[in-house]
């Protein structure tokens, strides 16, 4: 009898914080919380008469039951199956796993249609240092490793949830710059770099994209949708010289006029870079802009 007093109550309590987790849930959504935290559910769980010592249970409840989605440690997402409930964009999602942050690399390029490669994860850059999940589970233990993490030779931490893997790139504050907050759809606005920050990566960090060619082939064809003088503004705040003239060298090609590439021209460098540094040397030197041009050196991108 004992037992069965037992189960019974259960199923009571179960259903009672079903029930009050829809009321919920259906409030947040009311307010516009579709992101919330254990914070904004706190301060809504009073007009529901929802005590705050039941409320991280509730909360747990409804993760568990597949209404709520569990972003990480005390952030939480609307799964969308209310009526009227609406699914999380993924660049939503990110925006909030990690802040500040804002859409960058291959998901920014395809946002704009600037590339037709289609990303396999979300990749999003930030200010601060990222610890992901993956990472906790295999702490490096020495420095080598540390750095082999960091280049992405050992692979790289991805943060998954509900089956999208989120990828961060992590820079330095004063290169956190060129964003805006864009409609991603009707329901969410996320930040993400604009289309010339986005393609100064490619020249920043062209590994990342297998080589120069991807920011190449951008100019070539999309050189219409660009402002070419902000993306020489953008290569000099960026502050290193080597990107400069990657730029420069680029724009100039793709109809810059002098006045917009003279300030990157007029930079110093001490001695030749390679044009991508993706390729082995070879090709012409261009003493105008330092580099050697690289493109058609055989060798792996």
Known sequence: MMNRSRIVQTDRTEGYGETLGIKLLREMADRGFFIFTTEDAKAVAPDLAIPETYLPQLLSKLAA?????????????GMGRLPGAVDVHPFAVAANLVSPSAISHWSALHHYGLTEQVPRRVTASTPKKVVTPSMRATRPQNRDMEKRLAS??????TWEVNGVEYEYYTVSADRFFGIEEVWVDEHFRAP??????????CFATPRHFGGLSEALGILEERVGDLDLEKLAQYALRYGKVSVAKRVGWAIERAGAPRRVTAPLA???????RLLDPTRPRGGKFDERWMVQENLSAGGAR
């Open 266 to 272: 007029k930079l110093p460098m001490d001695g030749m």
């Open 192 to 201: 993400i770099y604009d289309k010339e920050r986005s393609l100064l990566d």
């Open 65 to 77: 039951g597949g209404w709520l989605l569990r972003l990480r440690r005390g952030l939480y997402a």
């Open 152 to 157: 992405g030779r050992a692979g790289r931490h």
